[in-house]
């Protein structure tokens, strides 16, 4: 047991309990240490039992999990990975939660929970496994209502900062963590930034939140990519959810590709693919950005970037969620600029900025 990830499981679900319970307890680096049924029950075992990583329903009896894991997070702030529902209503408090500071979180079936979690039992495990190592931060202040009305206020201005270079594209990749690291990125750049196009590993039905979350907060104009979308500045795509999303050319045009082919290094939406694309399509006038993930999704073809002329930038590993996928960038040698996540829009704005007009598109 000293050496096992310990896990307290948290739903008011007795069948969700006890399946999580066997799946984790099947593994030889991982035990579940307790299962509660609400909250105020979960709250005692933490503090009698001292778990490495929570899994945490959201919608629970006695105190709504949002509720706890802001508690959490601003008084012993460890490790969550949340169990959600593939709703709309469920990926928008699970956009709120990785906001709070979860770590991750599993979409479970609304039907099927049985079949679907034991489905799912691989991608569970892997989550437990990262969230065990991740740089966990405490939440500052704002409890649940507070990070809710952040996410419901306001849109920001759209009007255009001072003039940068449209003639490039911004390529960004994240996974673990990535949903606040990529808010944090674009929500600085203006209105007239360059067209930027992201994969983050997402399943679907998360990624339409997702994008409308981050279009509420930025001046650029944020969606989820489709199929056929001329690559526009000013706008930002979100490759969907078990899609895959890449670059090509229709004439002068870029435009994306959405596509529902075979996952690649596991993942669907993969960064290799965007990656690739950029490098062969876009080549120089491409900006790569490698943020906070697990694995080594996206590296050697972000070293295909760099080779083709694209200018890369990789979050530092004490910013990182997860040091994973910026880790195997940096060791592929892709990375010119490894940088802090909150330096990283700062120094893409100074290079935009001081990038001629006159660049032209490669043929």
């Known amino acids: 047991m000293a050496n096992k990830i310990k896990v307290v499981v948290v739903d008011d679900s007795a069948l969700v309990r006890s399946l ?22 979960a709250r005692e075992m933490i503090r009698e039992l001292n778990p490495d ?12 999990g949002l509720e706890f894991l802001s508690r959490l997070m ?27 500071g979860a770590v991750d979180f599993v ?24 969230a065990a190592s991740a740089h966990v931060k405490r939440l500052p202040s704002a409890p649940a209502a507070g990070a809710a009305a952040a996410s419901s206020a306001p849109q920001a201005p759209r009007a255009a900062l001072p003039r940068v270079s449209t003639e490039k594209i911004i390529c960004i990749g994240a996974s673990t963590g990535g949903t606040e690291a990529i808010r944090e990125v674009l929500v600085p750049l203006p209105a007239d930034s360059p067209a930027i196009v992201i994969t983050q590993h997402m399943p679907p039905g998360f990624t339409t939140s997702f994008a409308h ?35 090509d050319r229709n004439g002068s045009n870029y435009v994306a590709v959405v596509e529902d082919t075979e996952p690649v290094n596991r993942h669907r939406p993969s960064v290799e693919v965007l990656f690739k694309s950029a490098a062969r399509v876009i080549g120089p006038n491409a900006l790569g950005i490698m943020l906070t993930g697990m694995g080594a999704d996206g590296a050697a073809a972000m070293r295909e970037m760099k080779d083709a002329g694209s200018y ?13 996928m910026p880790r195997m960038a940096i060791q592929h040698g892709a990375a010119h600029e490894v940088l802090p996540l909150s330096q990283i829009a700062p120094a893409l704005l100074a290079r935009l900025a001081a990038t001629p007009s006159g660049v032209r598109h490669r043929i």
Do not use: W
């Open 20 to 41: 999580l319970t066997e799946i984790i307890n099947r593994q030889n680096d991982m035990a579940c240490i307790g299962a509660a049924a609400d909250p105020l029950v």
């Open 53 to 64: 990583v929570i899994t945490l329903d959201v919608e629970m009896p006695r105190m709504d």
């Open 312 to 324: 890369n930038y990789v979050q530092d590993e004490a910013s990182c969620v997860v040091f994973g």
């Open 74 to 100: 601003r008084l012993r702030p460890m490790p969550v990975v949340m169990v959600s529902t593939l709703t709309e209503q469920g990926a928008e408090i699970t956009l709120r939660a990785l906001e709070m």
């Open 107 to 130: 979409a479970k079936p609304r039907i099927g929970v049985s079949s679907g979690l034991q489905e799912l039992a691989g991608d569970i495990v892997d989550k437990i496994r990262v």
């Open 213 to 247: 979350r981050l279009d509420t907060l930025c001046r650029i104009r944020v969606q989820e990519a489709r199929d056929g979308d001329r690559i526009l500045p000013g706008h930002a795509y979100i490759a969907p959810g078990g899609h895959h999303l890449r670059i």
